[in-house]
């Protein structure tokens, strides 16, 4: 079974600090991991994906995610935030399927 | 999203009232799904297509069927709302090719049930 577990569901940094946004993920197989990025009564947008390429894996507006394998965990981080980056960050798993499973969300709160 | 369209965006509905949302790709998508969205839930599947006719059940159908008579619309249906189906309810396509691009979302529709 999969399961994603983000383990802060609020996390607040001072504009130009780095972020870094927690995930760790259960899977019995091999498997694709994504971030996606939510503003304010938008849609969900793709940051970034692994898919068993790289395990370092670079994404839109300056993010970049690392696969580790050993530790289950595919943390989201940025090594400095814009006040731009304020919304609400999801981890999402899929298994060997077609099926997603989403983390609850981060909120990031971005302080001037 | 430009090639997913949500309808309607925002819809106010009585309980006991039934309810079609609408998704219409123009991704030409073999996958979608339909998922809601709730605080402290993230987003939660409730259905999902891999071809037309071709539906399965996600974690929280209950109250809810879909239909996909072509490829590019998969409608939602709550056959009688109920309040604990006030939700966000986002549609997504993913490629053929199991998914490994992620997925594609619309816009969302916010649904309230009173």
């Known amino acids: 079974a999969q399961s994603v577990t983000q383990l802060d569901s609020h996390v607040s940094v001072s504009e130009g600090t780095p972020v870094l946004l927690r995930c760790n993920y259960s899977?019995?197989?091999?498997?694709?991991l994504f971030w996606y990025v939510q503003h304010p009564n938008k849609g969900l947008q793709l940051l970034l994906k692994?898919?068993?390429?790289?395990?370092l894996v670079k994404g839109i507006n300056g993010f970049e995610a690392e696969f580790k394998k050993s530790e289950t965990s595919f943390h989201l981080t940025k090594p400095s935030a814009h006040m731009s980056d304020a919304a609400e960050y999801f981890c999402v798993v899929k298994d060997s399927g077609n099926q997603f499973y989403f983390g609850t969300g981060t909120s990031l709160t971005v302080i001037p | 999203d430009a090639g997913i369209t949500q309808s309607p965006r925002h819809k106010v509905t009585e309980t006991g009232t039934p309810v079609t949302l609408r998704c219409h790709q123009t991704?030409?998508?073999?996958?979608m799904y339909w998922y809601r969205q709730d605080p402290g839930h993230g987003l939660r599947l409730i259905h999902y297509s891999y071809g037309v006719k071709d539906t399965d059940k996600g974690e929280v159908s209950d109250g809810y069927s879909v239909s996909r008579s072509k490829t590019e619309d998969f409608l939602l249906t709550l056959e009688s709302a109920t309040s604990s189906q006030t939700s966000v309810y986002f549609c997504a396509t993913a490629l053929t090719t199991g998914g490994n691009y992620g997925y594609t979302f619309g816009s969302g529709t916010r649904l309230t049930v009173v």
């Open positions: 692994y898919t068993s390429a790289a395990t």
């Open positions: 899977s019995s197989y091999s498997p694709s």
């Open positions: 991704e030409n998508h073999r996958y």
